[in-house]
């Protein structure tokens, strides 16, 4: 089979500024050796804590010099010896450590996970870090068909796969936002609530929700609108933090903790990767890619670009929008 031996790649040798300190630089590549797979990639999105990485600020780091970008869809398009899995054409998800930001990249064949090939890319791109986050912190939080889930930042990307998982799950959801424009879509999405931030919702939930109680709250934002999601808590309730886009202190809730038992918490999706077997894994993406295939979840892209355009594409996904800034390379 033919393939490129030189491919385009987004490069730091610093941390800093993603536009001070990312290159477009060409890479020379080998065949795969003895456990190795040649990756094709095929579409990779823009996150936060790609920018967080980049910073030298996110809780895991690469070594530098580094390509950028953690997550993607590629295809096989070589494999070394002694790689039995794996054959050139299936579709898999990219590591993170190989980064995704670029079009063609060496991994080890071990540690990468299939994707079924009736995914679209642009879907599949976005499959193992936001879906996963959303389906662990739903799925393991122990509620009740019924029951109400209220979140911060409701339009990310994570926020988008909450309202869909939760109504697929049973649950219902209330969902803050800053922008009235965003009411509606999130509505169009499924979400039963979508209240503005600075609404007083917290003080009125009960109104919302029919008096029912709320038990879980996720917050990506920090800062006051933390503490508002802990007001809305019903006793009992946990609160989790999975992001921080203020970078703003959140102020020790001394009277929900004491008087209402509320729970603080974080969750991280690195972290339950490292705990689990590869098997577990494989069968948490099928899953997801089963509810895709169904269109119970889905993935909105704002924007797409070509590596060419990688300026473009970061002063894209710094802006207020509705979906993911995405790297197509195929």
Known sequence: MLYMKTGKALIYSSYGKPLEVLGLEAQSLRDPGPGEVLLKV????????????IL???????????????????EIVAVGADVDDFSPGDRVTVPDDMGSWQEMGLSSAKGLFRVPSDIPVEMAAMATINPPTAW????DAGLN???????NAANSAVG???????????????????????????????????????SGYD????????????????NSIGGESAIRLVNALSPGGSHVTIG????????????????????????????????????????????????????QVTATVSDSFRLEDYKEAVEAAGNPRLGKVMFRMD
């Open 42 to 53: 095929l579409a990779a999105p823009v996150h936060p804590s790609d920018f967080g990485m």
């Open 203 to 218: 003080r009125n939930i009960k109104d919302l929700t029919g008096g029912q109680p709320v038990m879980l709250a996720l």
């Open 160 to 198: 988008l796969h909450v309202i869909e998982m939760a109504r697929h799950l049973g649950l219902k959801t209330v969902n803050v936002v800053r922008r009235e424009e965003l009411i509606q879509p999130l509505l169009d999405r499924g979400a039963d609530h979508v209240v503005l931030e600075e």
């Open 136 to 139: 662990r912190i739903l799925r």
């Open 244 to 295: 921080a886009m203020q970078f703003e202190a959140v102020r020790f809730p001394t009277r929900a903790l004491i008087f209402n038992n509320v729970t603080l918490r974080g969750f991280w999706m690195d972290q339950w990767f490292r705990n689990q077997s590869e098997t577990r894994v494989q069968i948490m993406f099928d899953k997801i890619f089963d509810l895709m295939r169904k269109g």
């Open 145 to 151: 068909d019924g029951d109400w889930v209220i979140q």
């Open 56 to 74: 030298g600020k996110y809780g895991r780091l690469k070594a530098l010099p580094a390509v950028a970008g953690r997550e993607g869809v590629a």
